[in-house]
């Protein structure tokens, strides 16, 4: 069984930055593609980016040149730097990791609220 704890989330002003961590337990992260998604008040759940095991990451069109993505194997964490947040980015942001569809995990999300 894996559990993901996503930290890093609260109040930010637009235009300001924020970095989300998400540390996975087990033995499996290594071999695992990261993922952050985001889900807005009534909106459905969206891919934000994603990373391979191989380090090779993906985004959304909404968030390109703004967040990257990034992991470290030795920690079993996966990051989220976010810049030039603004108020369209509020959301609650969860950490999936998968291998396949049957070791596919989430996290139980952590509240960005972009607002001056």
């Known amino acids: 069984q894996v559990q993901l704890v996503e930290s890093g989330g609260g109040l930010v002003q637009p235009g300001g930055p924020l970095r989300l961590s998400c540390a996975a337990s087990?033995?499996?992260?290594?071999?695992?593609?990261m993922g952050w998604y985001r889900q807005a008040p009534g909106k459905e759940r969206e891919l934000v980016a994603s990373?391979?095991?191989?380090?090779?990451?993906n985004y959304a069109d909404s968030v390109k040149g703004r967040f990257t993505i990034s992991r470290d194997d030795a920690k079993n964490t996966v990051y989220l730097q976010m810049n030039s947040l603004n108020p369209d980015d509020t959301a609650v942001y969860y950490c999936?990791?998968?291998?396949?569809?049957?070791?596919?995990?989430w996290g139980k999300g952590t509240l960005v609220t972009v607002s001056s």
């Open positions: 999936n990791l998968r291998v396949n569809a049957a070791v596919n995990y």
């Open positions: 990373i391979t095991s191989g380090g090779s990451a």
């Open positions: 087990g033995s499996i992260f290594r071999i695992a593609a």
